[in-house]
């Protein structure tokens, strides 16, 4: 007859084999509670210099400077800073370039004294149309940037007495060559042709050429600006109108001496170097 294993307390085998149980709990406990001891502890204070003690550290991107200023387009012309002016209500500001369709034009701040009626003139549309004019005043011979900029003023008082919002043309080019930014052709439809003035692009020569003739500088200065507005725009040269080709809205203008020059360089396709 099989009998049950001894179980009794005063077994010596039995009393090591509990011992050997107890001891092996308690070893597993004390495993245990050291271990998340020393799990906690990393976690707060150690974690960094163990890791780093052991394994390579993470290989970070440098973090590149902060982008500067973009650099003005090649030919941009920039406006000097100027205080601000209690007298004529103008801010001060600081440097301004103008780096729109034409780069190499003057920015409107450095002539106009004051600032658009937005509420007078309708967004810009893609263009799809130049017009070249005159302004249609009195002769002017003017050479100098003092004398250009009263006569921009004049030109522009003028049109806002008819109620518009701003001088009517995007570009006016003078007499010495110089190209001066009018209406922003980025924001605002010009007002220089009736009922066409809609995707048009209003460029100016200064003078009354009925009664006067361009300059050789000027009419260079437009070939360059009408040739840059073709490029930007992709404005085919047969879509480059004077105001007196636009049927119902007929004048004088350009004048025929320089009607006569539209004319040439529009057969050769207004090719100019671009800025």
């Known amino acids: 007859m099989e009998h049950e294993p001894a179980s009794q307390a005063g077994d010596p085998v039995c009393a090591l084999d509990e011992g050997v149980r107890r001891g092996t709990a308690v ?12 799990a906690a502890g990393c976690a707060a204070s150690g974690t960094r210099k163990v890791a780093s003690s052991r394994l390579p550290g993470p290989a970070w991107p440098e ?15 920039c406006a000097p800073a100027q205080p601000a002016n209690a ?20 920015p409107r701040s450095m002539w106009a ?17 130049i017009t070249i004019h005159h302004d249609g005043m009195t002769p002017f011979y003017g050479l100098t940037d003092v004398e250009t900029r009263g006569r921009l003023e004049l030109i522009r008082n003028g049109h806002r007495g008819k109620g518009w919002g701003d001088i009517g043309y995007h570009y006016v080019v003078d007499r010495a060559g110089h190209v001066w930014q009018g209406r922003d052709l ?16 209003g460029v100016m020569c200064l003078g009354n050429f ?14 360059r600006t009408v040739a840059q507005l073709c490029a930007h ?4 040269a047969k879509d ?16 025929d001496n320089l009607q006569v020059k539209v004319r040439l360089l529009r057969k050769g396709g207004f090719k100019a170097e671009l800025a």
Not at 87 to 106: E, K
Not at 186 to 201: F, M, P, S, T, W
Not at 233 to 236: D, E, F, L, W
Request: charged share 25%; hydrophobic share 30%; net charge positive.
């Open 113 to 129: 004294r004051g600032f658009p009626d937005r509420t007078q003139m309708d967004p810009m549309l893609p263009p799809r149309y």
């Open 27 to 38: 070893a597993r406990r004390t495993f245990v509670l050291f271990g998340a001891l020393l």
């Open 87 to 106: 007298a004529t209500g103008t801010p001060a500001r600081g440097d301004v370039c103008y780096g729109g369709p034409v780069p190499f034009a003057r």
């Open 233 to 236: 725009y992709r404005i085919g």
């Open 210 to 223: 009925v009664e006067q003739r361009p300059s050789e500088a000027q009419v260079e200065a437009l070939n």
């Open 186 to 201: 980025l924001r605002y439809q010009g007002a220089h042709v009736k009922d066409r003035n809609e995707r048009n692009i």
């Open 240 to 255: 480059v109108y004077t105001h007196r080709e636009w049927k119902g809205a007929q004048t004088a203008c350009p004048g």
């Open 63 to 77: 973090i590149p400077d902060p982008p500067s200023e973009p650099a003005p387009p090649p030919g941009a012309v």
